[in-house]
């Protein structure tokens, strides 16, 4: 399937891309060599956001007329900062979070439904060590971290716990379920156990007063045209 492919490609860059760009998140020795100065480590970009699984760069704003606030348009986060002690790092967890509660709401209603299933109710946690589970219930808990991960896995996460309404297992007959609704189900998961760390890592913002006046915008902190529309 065509799918399948632009799969494996999609997440080959992404891993690439991420391992040359985030040495730290895999691991002890990325870290390592990077405080080394290791030729192949570089250190990771300055206040950028993991989401969907992209890199997106975090664009930081003092506005002291606006609450703050955090708007995507599709290529950067833009966080409106109402004074320079509000935390980036809250307000950027705190827009994943809502996001997640809107996309993985209406993706598990989604999926529910091509699968045949019904669920009771479904969580949105900041699980720490645990990606998404299903209780006797049918209550489905998901960390909303999983918007961190491609679409591609994201789906795979939802079939995974409804397949589980269905067997509460990991037997044969269940994975035979999942691969019928996500035939590449085996890529999503290496993806899952390659990258648990980047997903699982805190968001890292830090903003810097513009040099010269503190407190005054200059031109290197204005708000670009786009984001005035996204606001
Ligand atoms: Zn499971």
């Known amino acids: 399937m065509a799918d399948t492919q632009t799969t494996i490609s999609d997440v080959k860059l992404f891993l690439e891309?991420?391992?040359?760009?985030?040495?730290?998140?895999?691991?002890?020795?990325?870290?390592?060599?990077?405080?080394?100065?290791?030729?192949?480590?570089?250190?990771?970009?300055?206040?950028?956001?993991?989401?969907?699984?992209?890199?997106?760069?975090?664009?930081?704003?003092?506005?002291?007329d606006q609450e703050p606030g955090v708007?995507?348009?599709?290529?950067?986060?833009?966080?409106?900062?109402?004074?320079?002690?509000?935390?980036?790092?809250?307000?950027?967890?705190?827009?994943?979070?809502?996001?997640?509660?809107?996309?993985?709401?209406k993706k598990t209603a989604d999926w529910a439904q091509k699968m045949g299933v019904e669920f009771n109710q479904i969580f949105i946690k900041d699980q720490r060590t645990l990606w998404a589970s299903c209780s006797g219930k049918k209550n489905l808990n998901f960390s909303y971290r999983i918007v961190k991960m491609p679409p591609a896995?994201?789906?795979?996460?939802?079939?995974?716990?409804?397949?589980?309404?269905t067997y509460m297992n990991h037997g044969a007959e269940y994975w035979a379920l999942v691969a019928q609704f996500c035939p590449d189900y085996k890529i999503h998961r290496r993806w899952l156990n390659e990258n648990r760390d980047a997903i699982f890592a805190d968001v890292q913002l830090t903003y810097t007063p513009p040099q010269g006046q503190p407190g005054s915008t200059t031109s290197e902190t204005q708000p670009p045209e786009t984001s005035q529309e996204t606001k």
């Open 17 to 64: 891309r991420l391992k040359k760009d985030l040495p730290e998140i895999f691991g002890k020795d990325a870290t390592k060599a990077a405080k080394e100065g290791e030729p192949n480590a570089q250190p990771a970009p300055e206040n950028t956001v993991l989401f969907n699984g992209d890199l997106f760069p975090a664009q930081m704003y003092l506005t002291p």
């Open 71 to 105: 708007a995507f348009d599709g290529k950067a986060f833009h966080v409106y900062l109402q004074t320079a002690q509000d935390d980036p790092c809250t307000l950027v967890t705190d827009w994943l979070k809502n996001n997640a509660q809107e996309t993985l709401t």
């Open 153 to 165: 896995v994201q789906d795979y996460l939802m079939v995974h716990e409804l397949g589980h309404l």
